[in-house]
């Protein structure tokens, strides 16, 4: 049997103590060593302490073995806690400072070593990257930085962040100050050259360069972690070095819009991160790089509209713009264009359009022309067309507020597309809708139950028009009705208001682009209005045609059922039709053709024949005063109404005897001018024509417009439009289409000598009589 051995109070006792520190109830205690030595307390005015002989001799022994510079180097070694072993060990007595001592054969290696050491307490020494020189070797460098003490750094954290960044901000235009003068290698008290200046310059801005690059090269290869590379990069638009500061901020600007067309995403960020609420590590983080992404984009969005409005002067300010001022801003409007182009939907969308929308009114041409096409592109690639109804409400303001405005801000919107729009649809939708609802009213008389189940009914249709996109839909189509209004507010108000020309014609313009949207309720006051503006003398000829094409394409759709006589506007377009020809304003001959198609074609039930036959005569005489382009689209108006009206064949036929008259092209009616009793001459001179294409359709006319046989057309241009013909085979890329032969090179052959006297006599008696007669006018006659 065992003998249980009995355990000691004290080793019990470390076990508990053991068994406690394991479970954490009470804390290990660091071990304590006994006091060799005892350092007694300094006391005021205290008197020398008294030693026995023993310890004195002891004392007096030691002291005698160590010579004098050894106790003064241990004394400060005391005193300073240049060693470890002694740093516990605390110096009562005075303490001296180190002298510099100048070298003698007596000073020891420890002296020497004490005084040529450097002090760096309260400083730290920080190794820079070793600079490779060309030849091979290193360059190593250190920056020597002072440790703030627990007292500065209180301090320090207790101001506030906007003295804090004023602070920061001073420290490093003082820094950088330095960096240009000195480190470039320029002494500002001695005269420079302009060639060290420029060197200098350069020097300068290839570093700023390298510096720009490489902050952006890190952003883009990992925004998330170099997030706060925006913050340097929009610090360097702020300095100010006059060498080099309109360079430096170009190209700050320039590298920031590439960073934010590259990193920003397509949607709009929302914070609806709440406080209080647990989310995982990766969402944390997403979501502070997102808060720091709008920050800073925001911070540069508001750097790029300050230096936009440094060219806007309003009334009674007499500044001159600087160059360099104007070159910032042009560069800063472009970028938020492009800003606004590639993310129309991210945040502070809206913020850039109301800075950019009053820049179509610039003075300078570049800058409108900038902001337009960067509009017209927004309108082009909308979708949702949100942004383009906050782009619309903006300028609709801005028109209020201005009325002599630029072309520009009306001919941005030309570019929408509105041809599924009906402004009706509302109206014609509720009062279908009572209708079916009065009926399901009488059939049902609906209990408790159907009522509850008519509601669960209502929320799954609705879930199913979620997933179907019908409410996008329907959205969408809200906002194009939204669209419409404004733009028709816009254009009825410069027309009752504007007497400037040029407005009015894009205004017309426009009108006769979306009048199949207006409202039928409005028909018969718009076309009083444009017949009105007909008859001012001013209205140049371009106005008149829109003028004429709003009312035809208002009459030929919706307004079929008004009761309107329109012989006035056939005569004003008839009248003027010959005007247009091959010089400036060949640009109208689309204008006219898109006129007579809906006049004359769509209308075509509703015209006489003397009607469309005078028409016809006069468009082939005008296809011979326009270019290839402008013909082919006046026979191919030709050949349709040939196509849909075969009474037109009588042109066709020589024979003018039959007839009501004779033809008389000055008349401003075609139903009196008797345009059957003449031929469609043209097309002889046409078959001559340098554009193989055109003398295709001259033939193809004259042969009256066969479908197959000979000369038919090839379906190649038989099935192209009106408006087709025009545009496919324009000049506009200074090219043929196809290409026309050129011509051959002949030998004028010599001319006869003719000679009709046989006595020059004869022939020297009639020049002398001839000049007798026509002696107040000059007169030369070869014979």
């Known amino acids: 049997m065992a003998v249980k051995r009995k355990v000691s109070k004290v080793k019990r006792n470390n076990q508990k103590k053991n068994k406690l520190v394991k479970q954490g109830v009470i ?197 998330e ?170 300028i609709n303001n801005y028109l209020k507020s201005h009325t002599q405005v630029h072309v520009d801000v009306l001919e941005v919107l030309l570019v929408l597309d509105l041809r599924n729009v009906n402004l009706d649809q509302g109206k014609e939708q509720d009062i279908k809708q009572k209708k079916l609802n009065a009926k399901k009213s009488k059939i049902l008389q609906m209990s408790k139950k159907e009522r509850k189940r008519k509601k669960k009914l209502q929320e799954l249709e609705k879930e199913m028009l979620e997933t179907k996109a019908e409410e996008n839909r329907q959205v969408k189509q809200q906002n194009l009705t939204e669209i419409t209004k404004i733009i028709f507010n816009i254009y009825f108000r410069i027309l009752k208001n504007s007497e400037n020309p040029k407005l009015l014609g894009v205004c017309l313009e426009g009108l006769a682009k979306f009048a199949h949207c207006i409202n039928l309720e409005y028909y018969i006051d718009i076309v009083n209005v444009l017949n009105k503006l007909l008859g001012e003398e001013w209205l140049g000829y371009r106005e008149q045609l829109h003028c004429i094409q709003t009312i035809f394409i208002m009459l030929s759709g919706q307004g079929e059922a008004i009761n309107i006589d329109p012989t006035s506007f056939y005569n004003s377009l008839y009248k003027d039709l010959l005007s247009v020809h091959a010089g400036r304003n060949h640009e109208n001959a689309l204008i006219v053709i898109k006129t007579l198609i809906d006049a004359l074609i769509k209308r075509r039930r509703k015209l006489t024949n003397k009607r469309i036959i005078g028409f016809v005569k006069r468009l082939a005489t005008l296809s011979l005063q326009l270019l290839h382009n402008g013909s082919l689209g006046c026979l191919g108006l030709i050949k349709t109404l040939m196509q849909l009206n075969r009474s037109i064949d009588i042109l066709l036929d020589l024979d003018g005897s039959v007839g009501d008259g004779k033809y008389q092209p000055g008349f401003d009616d075609p139903e009196y001018a008797n345009a059957s009793n003449t031929a469609l001459f043209e097309m002889v001179l046409l078959a001559n024509h340098y554009h193989p294409v055109v003398r295709k359709f001259a033939k193809y006319i004259a042969s009256g417009v066969p479908a197959t046989g000979d000369g038919s057309l090839s379906l190649e241009y038989g099935k192209m439009s009106v408006e087709q013909l025009f545009e496919d085979f324009s000049m506009a890329e200074m090219a043929f289409n196809p290409a026309v032969p050129v011509m051959k090179n002949v030998q004028p052959k010599s001319r006869l000598t003719r000679r009709d006297f046989l006595d020059d006599t004869f022939q020297k008696e009639c020049r002398e009589l001839l000049r007798t007669r026509q002696s107040n006018e000059p007169f030369w006659i070869s014979l």
């Open 27 to 223: 804390k290990k205690q660091a071990k304590q060593f006994k006091k060799v030595t005892s350092v007694p307390e300094k006391r005021p005015n205290a008197p020398k302490a008294e030693y026995s002989d023993e310890e004195s001799d002891h004392g007096e022994d030691m002291l005698g073995m160590v010579e004098q510079d050894d106790l003064e180097f241990l004394k400060q070694a005391v005193a300073q806690k240049s060693y470890s072993i002694l740093n516990r060990v605390k110096y009562t007595g005075p303490i001296h400072k180190a002298k510099k001592r100048k070298s003698d054969d007596d000073d020891t290696l420890e002296n020497d070593y004490e005084d040529n050491i450097e002090d760096t307490s309260g400083k730290r020494i920080k190794p820079l990257l070793p600079i490779k020189t060309q030849k091979g070797g290193l360059i190593h460098k250190e920056i020597v930085e002072d440790i703030a003490d627990e007292d500065e750094k209180e301090e320090t954290s207790e101001k506030p962040d906007d003295e804090a960044q004023l602070e920061s901000e001073n420290e490093e235009s003082e820094e950088e100050e330095v960096y240009t003068y000195q480190e470039s290698g320029i002494d500002i008290s001695k005269p420079i050259s302009a060639a060290q200046l420029l060197a200098a310059r350069n020097d300068i801005l290839r570093k700023k360069k390298l510096h720009i690059g490489t902050l952006s090269s890190g952003l883009l290869e990992n925004p």
């Open 225 to 394: 972690e170099k997030i706060d590379n925006l913050k340097t990069l929009l610090k360097l638009m702020d300095e100010y070095i006059p060498e080099i500061y309109v360079s430096v901020r170009k190209l700050v600007i320039v590298s920031l819009l590439e960073v934010f067309k590259d990193i920003l995403p397509l949607y709009e960020i929302k914070n609806v991160l709440l406080d209080g609420v647990k989310v995982k590590k990766d969402t944390l983080k997403l979501h502070k790089y997102e808060e720091k992404l709008l920050q800073y984009y925001k911070k540069f969005l508001q750097k790029l509209e300050k230096c936009c409005f440094k060219i806007v002067k309003k009334k009674g300010d007499t500044r001159k713009i600087n160059e360099e001022d104007v070159i910032l801003a042009e560069l800063s409007i472009q970028a938020m264009c492009e800003l606004l182009v590639t993310h129309p939907y991210f945040n502070f969308s809206q913020n850039i359009t109301q800075v950019l929308v009053p820049f179509l009114n610039s003075p300078r041409k570049n800058v409108r022309d900038v902001v337009k096409h960067a509009i017209e592109t927004v309108f082009k690639e909308d979708k949702k067309e949100e942004i383009t109804l906050k782009i619309l409400r903006l």
